[in-house]
């Protein structure tokens, strides 16, 4: 059906181009058009395709629903959960493409017929609708065309809806980020409190097998997260600030133009290898380097210890943090260098005492964004830390992360209404949450560093 | 140094006095300190990435070679086509992995032991019969004729020729041997002590062996110190509580005792294991005997003589007892050296090949049977449980419906919000919002945007788990920020002298921009879609949580079946246990950062090559 | 076409039919808004048909701004804002209905800097009558480009290169490319905004020539930075200062009796 109905739309968008621009290239012949003529075909089109193009996006979701719902009654189909429906559709289908396995009920047959003709009366009336919507389209706008009509106006007008509709996509992303996260944590918190929420220090979220069965609470308190989040992202802004920092002065202030051409596709080419790439480096490099050299001097280090996910998730980090801070240091005006050099200060007296107090603002700002980086990469740590959910500070046991228990519960089979697949959502929230104040505090300081010295 | 040092002296000319000078050096040496750290930052960087990038390189470059069995198959009709009907389909279904376990069969006769003889057909692997599958279904005249076909190892014996096997070191025996049979348990005599420096180097790996387990008792014992006095610590607090009559205090402490007796007990055992290991095996060094059972925590001794080879398992200094793995041609004496002393240094243990396995191997290697070739299949197949069977096309046409999606989505979204933001928008809080939030939208963690799929795109909307088109939904919104702002960059970039020229003679304001600025900044617009592609190429996070993860042998044909990415495929390999699939992960990242290579190598070439200066 | 060959006067007299001329431009109370800036105060002044009027005055004076306001290139400038009435052949330009793409049609523009397309100079100049369909069939097309390419007087240097990029022409051909690409849609006016300041005196001067050929069909208002420029091209000149339009007359008149003495501090050199 759908098939059928964008042809027809196709062809009759077509035809209304042709027409219109036919018809507007013979009015020219009377006298001097406001619009070219294919203005004129574009508006006819444009006649055509708005109100079929509606129709679809509206009619066929409907259309649907309304013959799975007439079916789903025609089943007898009592209360049932979203799982159930789904597999009693399913179960219609099959019958009316003929592979239903077993014999199918009476029930499950009526349901089937209904939903065959329902299907056949929907798309029917869909296909003339869509039909008639158009034609109507067409004779209204053919109807305007003359040779004062403003053709071209009127398409530009709808073009630059389409642009600033596709503008808002990003803002639409946005809501549905903060949707999706928000309702699914408002009912997590409905079966947990918040306060254990955010302050228990146990996580070992369960898994209930049935609805039913004993223990499937399961514990939800996300210190031992936030803990283990923050020993990681420690130990990669240990490597990757000073490194990402220096890397950047030197960069800034230091290096010739060639130096700097070599040195700027090495950070590159860091900063673009997939950081899936880098949790296999951690998992089966880094992690038994470190767990090795760790036995060797008498340590006991975790094969999946926080140090391993940390470094490499530093390294992933350096390219960015110099990239930044380059951007901050450069934004920095001559005139200030300038003055210092004047009075006999050395570079690096220039950098440590005029540069980077000048440039502080923006540096921090770029640690920041580094930081929320770090909080929420997941596949180095997916990959290189582990799952255990330990309160600890040492960085060579194992710690869980927020991005870590969200994959972990969210791969693999779930059941949508329990505790433990809502408190995903609920840690996406406050991930989500902090990432984004973070972002929004670092680039207001970015933009009033930038004003300073605009 | 010498240079700074020189420049420092040839400033300090101007400074006053001797204290001045000191400083000036001083500050120079600061000076020279702070440069050397910004260059130290830079080399770290640059060898992180080495380091990275050769580690990838050396575990995945092995996997793209495949070794195989080069052998002469007879298609026996009667496993192919008994009814003569040279019908492709009965053909096709026909057991030539039958014909195959023959021929391989064939080669070592003596293999009989059907327990020895599944050893033997475990070398081959599950799918060792495709090639002559497909040879013969397409030419069934060779049926009832002979083949010489490649036939596919497992994924153990592949590795064992890749160099992950054992060294193996050979000697030849300086007396002369004389067997007491050909096959079964035999006893070999040399008339020298040809077997005195294996004895001496099986009894230093025992007293090392013993050493090792005798620290790691040790170890053991200090952590049941600590253990024991935190359960001190704890039974006083619980002892307190009870007088205390807390039983809030008294739950709390009776459940962080009862770990710590948990693992005061693991730990006692383990502790009293070790030491017990490391005493027999002090007991058996102390021996006086010059006799040592080898075990397969040892270096494999075998004895290469009349043409077979035996196994040792009692070592004397000049005589063995063993077991054949090779039948030998006879009983009679062998001369010194026309016999060799052959040992495998990695423990048997410690090896994926077994004693027999490494026997047969370096067998059909030395009948020249044993051939490696680029490994093809690993780019036509899709994914399996068998590594020498596992094969990226799959994700690689998964990544590319993927990628399609997203760029069919995202590159006019994104240039249309650019075109619109930087050419039409008027400035007021909606387009303020709009930019603000396209800003922030660049820093949400992928992950984010993974359950944004899961709750809005499966749940909501009802689109199939794992295609390629809800992951490249996913991803165009990912990447869509990034477009969006290379594409401004690029418009931006386009002087408005060029929008000015063409509204002076009267272009609409959309016709100067469609006709003028947009083609200029067109460049400028691609090289940010490849590099957005590239970072959509390289994500996996997102797509996990879409259900990509599923475990999917067939390669997806269109972007609504199940199908998987290479990233994510990667890390679907890394978490599997078998040694085999780390190559194949590895070698899948080295396809996978080929293509970020080229593609970032294309943006870089367009960027110079249509770079303007205006 | 009516190309006829002007003996070249450096100096041209304001002949006395000039100033008789029909009207083709008439501002009354034009001002000019850039936020909260007044850039430009109540400005009134009548634009003679087929001459040369030029625009003078030190920078930041507003002659610009006025010159835009002509063709409305200040509607591209959001915070720009005007009042007063402009109105040419008796319709006023600043009639929300009228549409602006064909009020620049009518109105061509040539721009400080030469600003060619970076395409061939033959679809520089075809642009134009493109978009606003003057050609019915691509020999038309192709006349109208050598047509205004010749009264541009830029024929006889790019014939053998019209496939070219615009870009690759010298500084003085691109500018009159640029004016090729003006005279192509068939203007009444042409605004000129500086169009000498980025070229050098030998260019400088064959614009100069040209704009006097080109006077005999078009309405053309210049404005300039140098007072010799209007002397040589212009019939007519305005004064302006601080936003405020001084002096207008004929230019032999402004250059040798002002008025007003802001006028003649501006001419003897006394600021600017």
């Known amino acids: 059906m759908s098939t059928i109905y964008l042809v027809g739309l196709v062809v009759l968008v077509v035809i209304g181009f042709v027409f219109g621009r036919a018809r507007a290239a013979a009015l020219a012949q009377a006298g001097t058009l406001h619009s070219r003529p294919p203005y004129h075909g574009l508006f006819v089109a444009l006649g055509v395709l708005v109100p079929m193009a509606a129709l679809f996006v509206i009619g066929v979701p409907v259309g649907r629903w309304i013959v799975e719902s007439q079916s789903l009654s025609a089943y007898d189909l009592g209360p049932a959960d979203a799982l159930k429906r789904d597999a009693v559709l399913r179960d219609i289908q099959s019958v009316i493409v003929g592979s239903y396995a077993g014999e199918a009920t009476e029930a499950l047959r009526r349901a089937a017929a209904t939903y065959v003709s329902l299907r056949w009366i929907v798309n029917g009336a869909l296909l003339t609708l869509g039909c008639a919507f158009g034609l109507l389209g067409f004779a209204l706008s053919y109807r305007s065309l003359a040779a004062p009509f403003r053709a071209r106006n009127h398409v530009e007008r709808f073009v630059r809806i389409v642009l600033f509709a596709s503008a808002t996509v990003a803002v639409l992303t946005t809501v549905g980020i903060l949707m999706s996260v928000l309702f699914e944590t408002i009912r997590f918190f409905e079966r947990v409190p918040p306060l254990d929420f955010l302050f228990g220090t146990q996580w070992s979220p369960q898994t209930a097998i049935r609805a039913d069965q004993v223990g499937s609470s399961g514990a939800f308190g996300i210190v031992p997260l936030v803990t283990g989040t923050l020993l990681i992202t420690t130990i990669a802004m240990l490597i990757a600030g000073p490194i990402g920092l220096f890397a950047a002065i030197y960069l800034a202030e230091y290096a010739t133009p060639r130096f700097r051409a070599f040195v700027k596709p090495i950070l590159e080419i860091l900063a673009g290898i997939p950081t899936v790439v880098l949790g296999f480096f951690a998992a089966l490099t880094v992690a038994p380097s470190i767990r090795g050299w760790g036995q060797a001097i008498g340590l006991d280090v975790a094969s999946e210890s926080a140090l391993a996910a940390g470094i490499v998730m530093g390294m992933m980090i350096i390219p960015f943090v110099s990239s930044l801070s380059d951007d901050v240091i450069n934004a920095v005006p001559q005139s200030l260098r300038d003055g210092s050099y004047a009075m006999g200060a050395t570079r690096s007296e220039t950098v440590r005492k005029v540069i980077l107090p000048a440039a502080f603002a923006g540096i921090v700002s770029a640690f920041m964004l580094a930081i929320s980086r770090a909080v929420g990469e997941t596949m180095i740590v997916v990959m290189a830390a582990g799952l255990a959910a330990n309160l600890t500070f040492n960085p060579l046991e194992a710690v869980t992360t927020f991005t870590v228990q969200i994959k972990t519960i969210l791969v693999g089979d779930q059941e949508f209404e329990s505790a433990k697949t809502l408190s995903a959502f609920a840690l996406g929230f406050v991930l989500f949450f902090f990432t984004l104040t973070l972002n929004v505090i670092a680039l207001q300081i970015v933009k009033r560093y930038r004003e300073q010295y605009d | 140094m010498t240079d700074v040092a020189l420049a420092a002296a040839a400033r300090t000319r101007v400074a006053r006095d001797t204290a001045a000078e000191a400083r000036v050096r001083a500050r120079y040496r600061a000076e020279w300190r702070f440069r050397m750290y910004g260059l130290l930052a830079i080399a770290l960087t640059g060898v992180f990435l080495v380091i990275v990038l050769t580690d990838v390189l050396r575990k995945g470059l092995p996997a793209f070679t495949q070794y195989h069995l080069n052998l002469e198959v007879n298609v026996d009709p009667a496993e192919i086509d008994p009814q003569n009907t040279r019908d492709p389909g009965v053909i096709r279904a026909g057991d030539f992995h039958a014909l195959v376990r023959s021929a391989l069969r064939g080669i070592f006769p003596e293999v009989s032991e059907r327990a020895v003889r599944r050893r033997l057909d475990a070398l081959l692997s599950s799918g060792a019969s495709d090639a002559l599958r497909d040879r013969v279904v397409s030419d069934p005249s060779l049926i009832g004729t002979s083949a010489r076909v490649p036939v596919l190892i497992s994924a153990d014996a592949d590795l064992y020729f890749k160099g992950l096997g054992t060294n193996i070191d050979r000697r030849d025996g300086r007396g002369a041997a004389t067997p007491t049979g050909t096959i079964g348990e035999i006893s070999i005599t040399s008339t020298a002590n040809d077997f005195s420096p294996d004895l001496t180097y099986i009894k230093l790996t025992i007293s090392i062996r013993a050493r090792d387990l005798r620290a790691e008792a040790e170890r053991f014992r200090r952590s049941l110190r600590t253990v024991e006095a935190r359960r001190g610590e704890l039974e006083s607090s619980l002892a307190a509580a009870r007088n205390a009559n807390d039983a809030a205090r008294i739950a709390a402490a009776e459940s962080a005792l009862k770990p710590v007796l948990g693992d005061q007990e693991t730990l006692t055992s383990r502790a009293s294991e070790a030491e017990n290991r490391a005493a027999e095996l002090q007991a058996r060094l102390d021996r006086v005997d010059s006799q040592e059972t080898l075990e397969d925590t040892q270096p494999s001794v075998l004895v290469a003589i009349n043409g077979g080879l035996v196994k040792v398992k009692q070592l004397g200094n000049a005589r063995i007892d063993g077991e054949v793995l090779l039948p030998l041609s006879s009983e009679s004496e062998a001369a010194p050296g026309a016999w060799q002393i052959i040992t495998y240094i990695t423990p048997e243990a410690n090896r994926r090949a077994g004693d027999r396995e490494v026997t047969w191997l370096e067998r059909l290697k030395q009948m020249g049977l044993v051939e490696a070739g680029f490994n093809w299949r690993f780019f036509s197949a899709g994914d399996s449980r068998e590594p020498e069977l596992a094969g990226i096309r799959g994700a690689l046409t998964g990544s590319a419906l993927t990628l399609l999606v997203t760029l069919l989505i995202c590159l006019p979204l994104g240039v249309g919000a650019a075109i619109y933001l930087e050419e039409f928008a008027i400035k007021n809080r909606v387009t303020e919002v709009i930019e603000v939030n396209i800003n922030n939208l660049a820093a949400v963690p992928s992950i984010v945007f993974g359950l944004l799929g899961l709750a809005v795109f499966l749940n909501f909307i009802g689109l199939p788990r794992s295609a390629p088109i809800v992951g490249g939904l996913v991803l165009a919104l990912l990447v869509l920020p990034t477009i969006i702002i290379a594409a401004r960059a690029a418009l931006k970039a386009v002087p408005p002298s060029i929008k000015e020229a063409a509204l002076g003679v009267g272009a609409s304001h959309q016709q100067a921009v469609f006709h003028h600025v947009l083609p200029l900044a067109i460049p400028g617009i691609l090289t940010g879609t490849i590099i957005g592609m590239a970072h959509a190429l390289g994500e996996t996070a997102p797509l996990l949580m879409i259900g990509m993860v599923a475990f999917i042998v067939e390669v997806p044909t269109s972007v609504t079946d199940a199908g998987t990415v290479l990233p994510v495929q990667i890390y679907l390999w890394s978490d599997l246990p078998e040694i085999g699939f780390q190559a194949k992960t590895a070698a899948a990242i080295i396809v996978l950062l080929g293509f970020l290579f080229v593609m970032n190598g294309a943006a870089i070439y367009l960027r110079r090559r249509f770079e303007r200066r205006w | ?272």
């Open chain 3, 1 to 272: 076409m009516d190309m006829m060959v002007h003996p070249i006067k450096v100096v041209s007299a304001a002949s006395p039919e000039v100033a008789s001329a029909a009207i083709k431009i008439a501002a009354r109370s034009v001002n000019v808004f850039y936020g909260d800036k007044h850039a430009l105060k109540d400005v009134s002044v009548d634009v003679p048909e087929r001459a040369v009027t030029a625009f003078i005055g030190p920078s930041g004076c507003g002659k610009s701004t006025f010159l835009r306001c002509i063709n409305r290139m200040n509607d591209t400038i959001p915070i720009a804002r005007v009042t007063g009435q402009i109105l040419i052949d008796d319709l006023d330009i600043y009639d929300p209905s009228l549409d602006v793409v064909q009020l620049r049609a009518r109105v061509g523009m040539v721009f400080q800097k030469p600003n060619p397309f970076p395409k061939s100079v033959y679809e520089n100049v075809a642009y134009g009558p493109r978009i606003h369909g003057l050609a019915k069939s691509k020999a038309d097309l192709e006349e109208i480009v050598v047509t205004s390419l010749k009264k541009a007087s830029l024929w006889e240097e790019v014939k053998e290169r019209l496939t070219d990029p615009g870009t690759g022409l010298s500084g003085g051909q691109q500018q009159r490319l640029c004016i090729a690409r003006a005279i192509a849609v068939s203007p009444e006016i042409i605004l000129m905004d500086e169009p000498c300041s980025a070229l050098d005196p030998i260019a400088t001067a064959r614009i100069e020539e040209l704009i006097d050929e080109l006077r005999a069909n078009y309405t053309i208002i210049i404005v300039t930075h140098s007072m010799q420029q209007a002397a040589r091209v212009s019939q007519r000149t305005a004064f302006f200062h601080l936003g405020v339009l001084v002096e207008e007359g004929q230019t032999e008149t402004i250059f040798t009796n002002p008025s007003d003495k802001r006028t003649l501090d501006y001419i003897t050199g006394r600021f600017g």
